[in-house]
Nanobody, 113 residues
Framework: QVQLVESGGGLVQAGGSPRLSCVAS????????MGWSRQAPGKQRESVAH???????NYADSVKGRFTISRDNAKNTVYLQMNNLKPEDTAVYYC???????WGQGTQVTISS
């Protein structure tokens, strides 16, 4: 059974640079595509970024150039470095594995202006 546990959210000032982490267990982490999605209040969940097993990455246009996804296979961990945060980045951020076959519980990120 796959378990994904996110951390690193909280209240951040606009322009801040927090890093989210997601630790995976119960699966062969290194072979899976990992990703982050987010859901803002009253909006649908949207994809933010993903990273394939080989290390290639993709980003939503709204975060391109500001967010960086990375992975450490030795630690079974995927990261989301967020820079230059804006109030519209406020959302619950979810980690996923294997194109959404497994999801974390989410971590709230709130940006204050």
């Amino acid at each position: 059974q796959v378990q994904l546990v996110e951390s690193g959210g909280g209240l951040v000032q606009a322009g801040g640079s927090p890093r989210l982490s997601c630790v995976a267990s119960g699966s062969t982490f290194s072979v899976n595509t990992m990703g982050w999605s987010r859901q803002a209040p009253g909006k649908q969940r949207e994809s933010v970024a993903h990273i394939r097993s080989g290390g290639s990455t993709n980003y939503a246009d709204s975060v391109k150039g500001r967010f960086t996804i990375s992975r450490d296979n030795a630690k079974n961990t995927v990261y989301l470095q967020m820079n230059n945060l804006k109030p519209e980045d406020t959302a619950v951020y979810y980690c996923w594995m294997n194109w959404g076959s497994s999801w974390g519980q989410g971590t709230q990120v709130t940006i204050s202006s």
